[in-house]
């Protein structure tokens, strides 16, 4: 089955740059979507389509994505920002369902 | 504003069914897939499948084929979600989530979120 690769976990200081890197067969041919979670509630969509931002998330949040690699920046990490990360892409083969990386768990500290 | 409000905590034996419920409004209800996602305990997000509420076809992950059921009632702009033959490991938080995009298929990702509803399976 299709898999997306995510680093368990990033850390950075505040004002720094966070990169968190997916990786997956059919990025070239499939937009990635960015999740945030907090502890205890629902995700938030923060990139989707690759690089756009949804109305109300921060201009710090960008994304970009390079053969089978997709890139959610976060540009001078606030405090507010550490959370899970999860990107979310479809498959080209099989039923083309949906799938989730493992998640990264971004520290800001 | 556009919401979706999912049904509330269930407790199940193993073996049981659950059925979850996911009620939208602020929107036109058949323009958007509904997806369902599950998060077991200090795990992951775990992509399920989707109903498209306009034609009712559904898609899901292989893992769940012939295990769970997706379906919807216009009249009222709700979609369910039923998982049979339940296990303990299949203790989570059930959330549907709402395609981005008007008429998008498969491929779109989801915008807005329900709250979530906790599945716990334990003899």
């Known amino acids: 089955s299709y898999e997306l690769t995510q680093p368990p976990s990033v850390s950075v200081s505040p004002g720094q740059t966070a990169r968190i890197i997916c990786s997956g067969d059919a990025l070239p041919k499939r937009y990635a979507f960015w999740y945030q979670q907090k502890s205890g509630q629902a995700p938030v969509l923060v990139i989707y389509?690759?690089?756009k931002r949804p109305s109300g998330i921060p201009e710090r949040f960008s994304g970009s994505s390079l053969g089978t690699m997709a890139t959610l920046t976060i540009s001078g990490a606030q405090v507010e920002d550490e959370a899970d990360y999860y990107c979310y892409s479809t498959d080209i083969s099989g039923n083309h369902g949906g799938v989730f990386g493992g998640g990264t768990k971004l520290t800001v500290l | 504003q556009v919401q979706l409000v999912q049904s509330g905590a269930e407790v199940k034996k193993p073996g049981a069914s659950v059925k979850v419920s996911c009620k939208a409004s602020g929107y036109i209800f058949t323009n958007y897939y509904i997806h369902w996602v599950r998060q077991a305990p200090g795990q992951g997000l775990e992509w399920m499948g989707w109903i498209n509420p306009n034609s009712g076809g559904t898609n899901s992950a292989q893992k769940f084929q012939g295990w769970v059921t997706m379906t919807r009632d216009t009249s009222i702009d709700t979609a369910y979600m039923e998982l049979t033959r339940l296990k303990s490991d299949d203790t989570a938080v059930y959330y549907c989530a709402r395609g981005i995009f008007a008429g998008a298929g498969s491929q779109d990702g989801f915008d807005i979120w329900g709250q979530g509803t906790m599945v716990t399976v334990s003899s």
């Open positions: 389509e690759d690089n």
